[in-house]
């Protein structure tokens, strides 16, 4: 881990903040606001809430949070430098200026700058970066890179290792790459309220009702080639190219940015979204990006590969309280919670079946002997409940083996969220199975040993005061 620096508190300052704190790093802010504080702050309770739920392993311990009165004072020691003040030029020369002045020699300095290519803002005698992020930091992995072939390699490098997706864009243009997309489509949105064919409501609900769900897995192009169906993409280009000179959008014409076309925008978004506060919207927004994101994490896709890909990154403890090995840490993610505010049942059974297909893993039985046609199946299951989990909470899974033969496992998985004793545990009896057959076989000889090894270094840890399964 090391030392970020971040100067200018906002918005994505702030998240930048909350992306480094929470996996590890220690992290200096500069921000002449006086409310900053209270406003990290927030948004560092939401990315706690938040980010922790995308993995089932725990992130690393999270690292000191420093509010400096200059510039100078955040900067010094840093390993990373981001500037994410204002999109005014001259402000961020000057800011720059003070940065290169007292940063340590080399060091990564990346600008937040949705628009501003490196070239201006290096041409005062800076050395930055473009290091633009998307809203919330915290959550969303893309990172766009633009800059001297070095310093962003350093710096995809250090990104990948906080759990983001580093794309380095191949030479400088304005607004990078992906807002200027983002501009073409907001463009075309303007125009449709304007000329009362659509509200802000109803543009955002064609999105997030359609091609949003698409774009959040595939993106634009991949898309379009499943629509090109068996023939693909150039199927598709041959069936819609011709509408590229129809006149669909109005692209290249910019509705004219007066005091009725804002209050027009700012009446329909406050008659859709005024009900609930910023903090609100964030916390709904999180909620429903942890839940997308988690799901794309089970195929890989998106931004669900670079959950997976961090995870895997992510370091797991050898024992647990009891002695035990450690099968499962995770923080409890929103998505687990019901309206009772606490882990319903389903989620037990979840995590249950992660740290035995993780005990699985370390007796020998993993992805290799699967596709080898052996496994473990789950023949029955009982939960006993000791304490509530909340939204939140770290649970860290302990694995016992109460008995086996090798066709049989009797495991018993206890769920500790930091008391003495356990928060619940989930008593599993798993049969080995020939997959080709369907019938219970005895595993392969070192699968077999390994088994019976744990049995045999678990059979001097207490038991629980009653069981069920083989009673």
């Known amino acids: 881990m090391g030392r970020a620096a971040i100067v200018g508190g906002g918005v994505i300052g702030g998240g930048w903040a909350a992306r480094f704190l929470l996996n590890g790093w220690d992290v200096a802010i500069f921000d002449p606001d006086p409310e900053a504080g209270r406003k990290i702050g927030e948004v560092l309770a939401n990315a706690r809430r938040s980010l922790p739920g995308l993995y089932e392993r725990g992130l690393p311990a999270e690292g000191s949070l420093t509010f400096c009165a200059t510039v100078e004072e955040t900067v010094a020691g840093a390993d990373w430098v981001q500037e994410s003040v204002p999109e005014r030029l001259d402000l961020k020369h000057r800011v720059l200026a003070q940065v290169m002045a007292a940063a340590p020699e080399g060091v990564v300095i990346g600008s937040s700058t949705s628009g501003f290519k490196p070239s201006e803002l290096n041409e005062k005698g800076a050395t930055a970066i473009v290091a633009h992020p998307f809203n919330p930091v915290y959550l969303l992995p893309l990172v766009e890179l633009v800059g001297e072939a070095d310093r962003t390699a350093r710096a995809a490098e250090t990104l990948r290792g906080i759990g983001m997706f580093p794309l380095t864009v191949r030479k400088e243009i304005d ?57 693909g993409m150039r ?8 509408c590229l000179t129809w006149p669909w959008t109005k692209l290249m014409d910019v509705p004219e940015f007066n005091d009725e076309l804002v209050d027009l925008i700012a009446g329909q978004s406050d008659a859709q979204s005024g009900h609930r506060s910023i903090r609100e919207l964030e916390r ?21 590969g670079v959950i997976r890909d961090h995870e895997a990154r992510l370091p797991l403890a050898e024992t647990g309280p009891d002695g035990l090995p450690v099968t499962v840490e995770m923080q409890v993610p929103t998505t687990y919670v019901d309206y009772n505010g606490h882990m319903n049942e389903a989620p037990y059974m979840e995590v249950s079946a992660r740290a ?51 066709r049989k496992l009797h495991l018993l998985n206890k769920f500790w969220t930091g008391g003495e004793t356990p928060a619940a545990t989930v008593e599993t009896l798993l049969l080995h199975v020939d997959l080709s057959t369907r019938r219970v076989v005895a595993p392969r000889a070192d699968v077999a ?21 083989g009673r």
């Open 356 to 406: 035995s297909d993780r005990f699985m893993e370390m007796i020998g039985a993993d992805a290799a002997y699967i596709a080898g046609g052996l496994s473990y199946f789950t023949a029955e299951n009982h939960i006993r409940y000791f304490s509530e989990i909340d939204i939140g909470d770290r649970i860290t899974v302990t694995t016992q083996v109460l008995g086996g033969d090798g």
């Open 284 to 304: 709904l927004r999180d909620d429903n990006l942890v839940g997308i994101m988690r799901a794309l994490k089970r195929t890989g896709s998106g931004a669900g």
């Open 449 to 469: 040993e390994k088994a019976a090894a744990m049995a045999a270094a678990h059979a001097g840890a207490p038991r629980p005061d009653r069981l069920v399964i």
């Open 235 to 242: 199927h598709f280009m041959a069936q819609f190219g011709p």
């Open 175 to 231: 607004a990078h790459i992906a807002d200027r997309f983002l501009e073409a489509v907001w463009r075309e949105a303007l125009w449709l309220v304007k000329d009362g064919v659509a509200t802000t409501e109803e543009i955002d609900e064609a999105i997030r009702m359609g091609f949003g769900l698409r774009w959040a897995q595939m993106g634009m192009f991949e898309t379009y080639r499943i629509a090109g169906g068996e023939a």
